[in-house]
């Protein structure tokens, strides 16, 4: 057998057959992750311009840099090279609208890595994800400069982009007739979601790049289906049945390519610290999630949910974790009282 | 509670454990309701916190004055009463005095009847240590309060809104979280840390520990 291993912190970790070892590591999974995002990387590149890319290396760097220097501050075991804090900055960058002011970032990345993972005691123990609270907290504290969105130019040059409101805001605002007068008709409205050409944080337009990376992340195992697919199937029968005028009549294709369903249910949702581990739990999660974002969407003030959806549910994950309970690999049911031995 | 009585200790002493050993929010983490709901300005912070000392002081006061006509088992409805009596009396000088600030505070004014720190002193020390130290615990307790509550609304308010006492100080864009009652926590969270960081750096003495 191999030698145990003996982290600094918990000297012996001791758990339950089957003792399998694998090559995965943390870092190893943080830096695939980060590399399934790269096609929604490219495709806000391609739409929002240098000044977007540069919003998000700034928000990458810095995240890396406030997690370096408060581990080293604070004189723990610098872990920056885990990736996570990259995967951190790169999921705020991508959930940042594309004209923001440089400061936001920073502000943004400090919220994330300190005072929501580090303080709570580093990876691994943080109760809401990261990436979600430093969205939060921007929106809250600069409403007006969050809610500015771009429209999308598809060039390298212009700098100044025009302003321009979301789908879900249009669809909030002026309803779903007004979309159609942007988009034309309903074929093209679904194509340019699709493909992203749309207004939008950086990253979340993009349905189909976000699907590709997710499907990848699924492909090698790093995800499993279970929260992605309840969490967008919820929404979009929530969407279905209550999105139009009357019942039944919604629109649920429009409502999973419009704002960041995607990158939620596939990037956000999917967290491994912040989300149930247990399969069963994993479905509640996503429902919770999918109903919880389409009545904000439908009902609430905010245009968009899924952020704040996610952020609610996380807080329902350790409950939701000890109600489905796995049951010990191996184990035989037993009588209660003998159990109790 | 080393002030009991037998061992001799400072007026100085009484006042010192007050702000910092037993600061009221900082370090015994009580009557947090208002230390969140109404530091979002300096203005408001500093009404408060005047009011908590002078019902503070007060109450360790009469408590203390008369502490041997009060039979024990009746002892919590009278000192309630004594607490009540004298935050009504700040209350109606409050809306009397400074209406436009007891529009925003008015309400934690009166929840100060309900203030664990206060009815704790009253049962722990006022009433059973004669008059004189009884006011200076009074004071030290009351100023540690006042003290923590003008540290975090005059945080709030800079960061939050660029002011102080209402004057423009910093023209850049201000956290608007931080005067949200959610950026409450947060404000009060971070100068938790830090003033258990410096208590435990520069005026603990020895055998203390985080």
Redo the contacts between chains.
């Keep these: 057998m191999d030698t145990v291993r003996t982290p600094k912190e918990q000297q012996l970790i001791i758990s339950a057959s089957p003792h399998i070892r694998s090559d995965e590591s943390t870092g190893r999974i943080m830096w695939t992750v980060s590399a399934a995002l790269l096609p929604a990387t490219i495709m806000a590149a391609y739409y929002f311009g240098p000044y977007a890319i540069f919003l998000i290396a700034l928000t990458v760097v810095s995240a890396v840099g406030f997690e370096y220097l408060y581990q080293r501050g604070m004189n723990k075991e610098v872990t920056v090279t885990d990736g996570s804090a990259v995967l951190t900055g790169l999921l705020l960058g991508l959930n940042l609208p594309p004209t923001v002011p440089f ?1 936001i970032p920073l ?1 943004g990345s400090a919220v994330a890595v300190v ?1 929501t993972k580090q303080l709570f005691g580093g990876l691994g123990f943080n109760v809401f994800n990261p990436a979600l609270i430093g969205r939060a ?1 921007l929106l ?4 007006k ?1 969050m809610t500015i969105y771009a429209e999308p130019t598809a060039q390298f040059v212009s700098m100044d982009a025009k302003t321009a409101a979301t789908p879900l805001g249009i669809l909030k605002l002026d309803g779903i007739g007004k979309l159609m007068e942007v988009y034309g008709d309903q074929m093209t409205m679904y194509s340019q979601l699709l493909i992203g050409n749309c207004a939008g944080s950086i990253g979340e337009t993009s349905a189909i790049a976000i699907l590709i990376g997710g499907l990848f992340l699924m492909f090698r195992g790093y995800i499993s289906w279970h929260i992605p697919v309840s969490f967008l199937g919820s929404a979009a029968v929530l969407a279905w049945i209550f999105g139009g005028k009357g019942f039944f009549t919604g629109d649920p294709i429009l409502h999973l390519l419009s704002g960041g369903l995607m990158l939620g249910a596939f990037f956000m949702a999917t967290d491994y610290v912040t989300s149930p581990s247990v399969k069963k739990g994993q479905l509640v999660f996503g429902v919770g999630c999918g109903f919880l974002t389409m009545l904000i969407r439908l009902k609430g003030g905010y245009p968009e949910g899924v952020m704040f959806a996610i952020l609610i549910m996380n807080c329902f994950t350790p409950i939701i974790d000890r109600s489905f309970k796995s049951e010990v690999f191996g184990a035989v049911k037993v009588k209660k009282e003998a159990a109790k031995q | 509670m080393s002030a009991a009585g037998e061992e001799q200790i400072s007026y100085w002493e009484l006042i010192r454990n007050g702000i910092l050993k037993e600061n009221t929010i900082f370090r015994l983490a009580l009557s947090l309701c208002p230390a969140i709901a109404v530091t979002n300005n300096l203005k408001n912070g500093f009404f408060m916190g005047v009011a908590v000392v002078v019902v503070q002081v007060m109450v360790n006061l009469t408590i203390s004055a008369m502490r041997n006509f009060i039979h024990p088992r009746i002892r919590l409805p009278i000192f309630m009463l004594v607490i009540s009596g004298w935050v009504t009396i700040v209350n109606l000088v409050m809306d009397a005095a400074v209406p436009d600030v007891y529009k925003d505070v008015g309400l934690y004014i009166q929840l100060i009847v309900a203030f664990a720190s206060i009815l704790a002193r009253a049962e722990m020390f006022a009433s059973k240590n004669s008059v004189t130290p009884s006011v200076f615990d009074g004071i030290g307790m009351g100023t540690g309060f006042f003290i923590a509550l003008m540290i975090i609304s005059f945080f709030r308010e800079v960061v939050g809104k660029g002011q102080v006492w209402g004057i423009p100080i910093i023209d850049a ?1 201000p ?4 005067i ?1 009652p ?1 950026g409450g926590f ?1 404000a009060v969270g971070i100068l938790m840390a830090a003033f258990n960081w410096m208590y435990a750096k520069y005026f603990s003495s020895g055998g203390h520990s985080h």
């Design positions: 400061y502000v005072l907290f809250i504290s600069f409403p400069l | 864009k956290l608007l979280i931080l949200l959610a947060f």
